[in-house]
């Protein structure tokens, strides 16, 4: 095992992250950022940016499919069709060129990059685990910017036709029916952009309101528009679980009536949570504010030394 030293060590290469190693590199600090994932976190590779050009493509199509009836300019086509594998190789080939001006920017200001899985061994030094072995890291600072995951729901864990956002991003053939547990931004931009393209969307919130803590001035065109889309909608439904043959999805509404609709995928947006397994939080000693690490104005943890940015914090 090699050991190394540097002055910053940020682990994660979100938003957060790299903006963070590249400011650092600019100002003349040895800084190293590491992430066992691709640069740009959850925003460039499963959530920002390929949800707006899944939503870009799904607006095109959309447009195309509305000239088959004609319209008011003459304009009129026959069986409009969509290519979607291509469809996602054009989002995955965005996303890459957005990754890939990350990358450059971290070497234009002479940050290390290191692909690998780190974890604290103590208030100073990181472990990072990559393909060619292992190395320990001490740092003078550093900062954690782990991000967030999708929050599962209980007795509805991931897996099969139960899917997150991060695996609607990535889907090679579009559904022909989807139910939505979630009503919040998410679980619109997403219900609507498939709705766009051709599959019959369903969205169960367990709220009186779609995007609740908004208000209604704002939610009642969003539900005007879920209408003319033909997306069905559940208020208050409180979603128990799958059938006990696995096949239907089973909510309740506000009278404890059971209900049931099937669809070909599940997808569950009730919102994200700080990633807190994984990168050794038991070996420190951090304050929490909830489910969040604690911060100050400076961004510093409880210890000296150790700053926390991004979703990890409130």
């Not at 949800?51 to 008011?72: M, N, P, R």
């Not at 072995?133 to 209980?154: C, F, N, Q």
């Not at 036709?161 to 609607?168: G, H, P």
């Not at 619109?188 to 995007?211: D, F, N, P, S």
């Amino acid at each position: 095992m090699t050991h190394q030293t540097c002055q910053l060590l940020i682990i994660g290469a979100g938003p957060g992250g790299y903006i963070a190693a590249i400011r650092a590199g600019q100002l003349g600090l040895d800084t190293v950022i590491v992430d066992a994932g691709p640069l740009g976190g959850t925003c460039l590779n499963i959530g920002c940016i390929p949800s707006k050009a899944l939503i870009h493509a799904a607006d095109e199509f959309y447009h195309v499919k509305q000239a088959e009836t004609g319209s008011a300019l003459g304009i009129q086509c026959r069986e409009a069709e969509i290519d979607f594998t291509q469809t996602m190789s054009w989002k995955d080939a965005i996303v890459k060129r957005l990754t890939s001006g990350v990358g450059g920017l971290l070497k234009k200001a002479k940050t290390q990059t290191i692909s690998g899985h780190a974890s604290f061994v103590d208030g100073k030094t990181v472990k990072i685990t990559r393909e060619s072995g292992e190395s320990l890291y001490r740092a003078d600072h550093i900062i954690i910017a782990t991000g967030s995951k999708p929050t599962e729901l209980p007795g509805l864990p991931f897996g099969g036709r139960v899917i997150s956002s991060t695996e609607a991003l990535s889907l090679r053939e579009i559904p022909q029916s989807m139910a939505i547990i979630g009503a919040g931004y998410i679980g619109l931009e997403l219900g609507m952009a498939y709705a766009k393209l051709g599959c019959q969307v369903t969205l169960l919130e367990a709220a009186h309101e779609i995007l609740p803590g908004y208000d209604s001035a704002l939610t009642k065109p969003v539900l005007n528009r879920l209408e003319s889309l033909g997306i069905g909608l559940h208020l208050k439904a409180r979603v128990t679980g799958l059938s006990e043959d696995g096949q239907a999805l089973e909510y309740q509404t506000e009278d404890k009536a059971t209900h049931q609709i099937t669809a070909d995928k599940i997808l569950v947006t009730v919102g994200r949570k700080p990633l807190m397994t994984g990168w050794g939080l038991e070996e420190l000693a951090l304050d929490r504010d909830g489910p969040f690490l604690k911060i100050d104005h400076k961004c510093q943890t409880s210890m000296r030394g150790i700053y926390a940015i991004g979703d990890i914090t409130r």
